[in-house]
């Protein structure tokens, strides 16, 4: 038996994949369920996606801390 604990979450969406594409990829739909979240890019492939919704230095280095992981723990899963 293994002591970690796995968060999980899942959803079924009835949409059509062009309106999922939408809320994955316009800045306007991202903000309504993102917190609030300001997304800039310009979806070109190497661009980079910039989003700001941190108040405070502590916020900010704490989601930065967290998309490090994620990031790594992706680039750790694609480059296998």
């Known amino acids: 038996m293994s002591d970690s604990l796995t968060a999980e979450?899942?959803?079924t969406v009835n949409a059509t994949a062009?309106?999922?594409w939408k809320a994955l990829t316009d800045?306007?739909?991202i903000k309504k369920y993102l917190f609030g979240t300001e997304t800039t890019t310009d979806w070109k492939?190497?661009?980079p996606i910039t989003q700001d919704?941190?108040?405070t230095k502590e916020s900010k280095e704490h989601?930065?801390?967290n998309w490090?992981?994620?990031l790594q723990s992706f680039k750790n899963v694609v480059e296998k």
């Open 68 to 70: 490090g992981q994620v």
């Open 18 to 20: 062009a309106r999922v």
């Open 45 to 47: 492939r190497g661009s």
């Open 53 to 55: 919704n941190n108040p």
């Open 9 to 11: 979450a899942s959803i």
């Open 27 to 29: 800045p306007r739909q």
């Open 63 to 65: 989601s930065e801390s």
